[in-house]
């Protein structure tokens, strides 16, 4: 049996994982576009300086050897031919398999305006490919523009800042953090970010953006006519899915691949996990796709059930937030709030069940949120301070010693 | 897999906080006896709690080193890792990236950020360092708790 799983990223190294414990003789190959693997959550501990190449990677140690994975890294899947059960890459090859794994992730989302596309010093922030060009670039930069305050954003900020960088955050909303966090919550970390030099520009967007002789754009004007200059522009606008390679493939997609239960692909033998189905976008739940797909591709017939993908933890400066659920009141809704001078909490109550938890300088033992919030747990009767209600309050241990929810 | 489990006998549990401070004893960076331990200061933080539910009963809340860890699925920088060999869940702090999603991730709410830095999560390593026994099994006078194969 031959397995072939394209990308690098957690689904990728979850599903190899996953397929050797399962058949110990099979043949496993990954092909990636990344030369490295690495964890896209701390590209801006790279960017800082505060690690190198090797500190991002999130495999243990001889992955590739200990659980027998060829790695084809640094090319590009250009086709995949379900017909042929074949894939095509961009050095030529053609490469067979009789169980595909797509798992090549998204790509960084840069809008059209101006000439942002064209430009050579603009740059998203997904791969360390990207990280290395922005640290090469910024060597030649003083003024660093970025476009979007969300976690990527503020990651490219954060890293930025170390190296002496004078930034500029613009955002169309009006706060930062904006799929996140409530005002309160936002204004702490514009606060940290603006403290150590950050300057923000909420509510506008970039409306004109024109390339001057050497390539580059040297400045963005506003859409209220503000021009802020800058020598290297990071958009941080979202992603898509990667699945240009799939073009005439036949491969259903929507915004991703279109994926069933079992996280199968629309064509035999071919499925798909992580960033790349668009079911989430956040590290667990492709681990988790790439466990499940992993199993699937070796006959069984796991589902993806857990994909409640509400959810993120923040930490910058020291400040640590946790939000999980819905941040934005509507009506009908039951809002509390604890405040102290560390702390920030505020939860979201409808008809006895949470909504949504915001969690703001002490997040201490505060997984059971997110399951009372995705199982819709009724909370009604609990005689607590609701700030207090922890895990004894549904306490259960199964015979073999570990906990469990009751179902 | 068969591994070594801290089983919970929750009704035997009488709240006396004895594993709390021999947790905290264990695993504080200062030399010294549980009899000049801190209580106070915020790097001694004990890896387990006692809670107690709305009746008043005690509810030791202890890692349990899950079969299907939820805090390794989360984790982004490869610190928390399921050994192989003896089942357990390790933290490597040295690779941590600091971004608790594991605390977030943790459906019975065992984990959390340090005080003091917050840059480290607080976990069980089953005293693996101090050899054998996990120390607040050692220090519970109610056999509330203790170690069994699973």
């Given amino acids: 049996m031959k397995y072939v799983i394209i990308g690098a990223g957690v689904a990728g190294v979850e599903a190899a994982k996953t397929i050797r414990q399962k058949d110990n003789t099979g043949e496993i190959l990954m092909i990636s576009k990344d030369t490295d693997v690495h964890s896209r959550c701390m590209l801006h501990k790279f960017i800082a300086g505060e690690r190198d190449e090797q500190g991002l990677d999130f495999t243990e140690k001889d992955f590739f050897e200990n659980y027998r994975i060829d790695w084809k890294k640094g090319v590009q899947v250009t086709a995949v031919c379900p017909d042929e059960k074949e894939i095509a890459l961009d050095n030529g090859e053609k490469i067979s398999y009789d169980k595909l794994l797509l798992a090549g992730g998204a790509d960084s989302f840069i809008p059209p305006v101006g000439e942002l596309r064209k430009a050579s010093n603009v740059y998203g922030l997904r791969n360390l490919s990207d990280a290395q060009a922005i640290v090469k670039e910024a060597d030649l930069a003083e003024n660093v523009l970025i476009i979007g305050s969300g976690l990527v954003g503020l990651d490219a900020a954060y890293g930025l800042l170390e190296r002496g960088k004078k930034i500029t955050i613009v955002e169309m909303v009006d706060r930062i953090l904006p799929v996140q966090l409530d005002k309160y919550a936002a204004n702490a970390y514009q606060a940290l970010f603006e403290k150590a030099g950050v300057r923000f520009v909420l509510g506008r967007k970039a409306s004109e953006a024109v390339c001057e002789a050497d390539g580059k754009i040297h400045k963005v004007t506003l859409d209220n006519g503000e021009e802020i200059p800058c020598d290297l522009l990071i958009v941080a606008a979202g992603v898509r899915s990667s699945i240009a390679c799939l073009e005439g493939s036949g491969i259903e997609c929507d915004r991703g691949v279109t994926v069933d239960n079992c996280l199968k692909t629309s064509k035999a033998d071919i499925y798909a996990a992580g960033d790349i189905t668009g079911l989430s976008g956040i590290w667990p739940n492709a681990a988790n796709q790439g466990k499940i797909a992993g199993a699937n591709m070796c006959g069984g017939t796991e589902e993806y059930n857990d994909t409640y993908a509400i959810k993120n933890t923040i930490n910058f400066f020291g400040l640590v937030t946790l939000c999980v659920g819905r941040i934005l009141e509507e009506e009908g809704d039951q809002i509390q709030i604890k405040e102290d001078k560390s702390q920030y909490k505020r939860v979201i109550v409808k008809d006895g069940k949470v909504q949504g938890i915001l969690l703001q300088g002490d997040i201490s033992h505060a997984g059971t949120w997110q399951y009372l919030i995705k199982n819709k747990i009724d909370i009604s009767s609990i005689q607590k301070n609701i700030f207090d209600i922890n895990y004894a309050d549904f306490y259960q241990v199964a015979e073999n010693g570990e906990y469990q929810w009751m179902s | ?150």
């Fill in chain 2, 1 to 150: 897999m068969h591994m070594k489990r801290i089983v919970i006998d929750y009704q035997k549990c009488d709240g006396c906080k004895s594993c709390s401070i021999a947790c905290m004893q264990a695993h504080r960076e200062t030399q010294g006896t549980v009899y000049d331990l801190d209580l106070t200061d915020p790097h001694n933080e004990s890896r387990n709690r006692i809670l107690k539910d709305a009746d008043g009963q005690y509810k030791p809340l202890f890692c349990r080193h899950c079969d299907d860890p939820k805090c390794v699925e989360s984790c982004m920088s490869g610190a928390l890792h399921k050994d192989p060999k003896s089942g357990h869940v390790f933290y490597d702090e040295t690779r941590c990236g600091s971004c608790f999603m594991c605390v977030m991730n943790c459906p019975y709410g065992v984990l959390k950020p340090d005080t003091v830095s917050k840059t480290k999560v607080i976990k069980c390593d089953f005293c693996v360092n101090a050899g054998g026994e996990p120390s607040c099994v050692a220090s519970c006078p109610k056999q509330a708790i203790y170690v069994e194969e699973v």
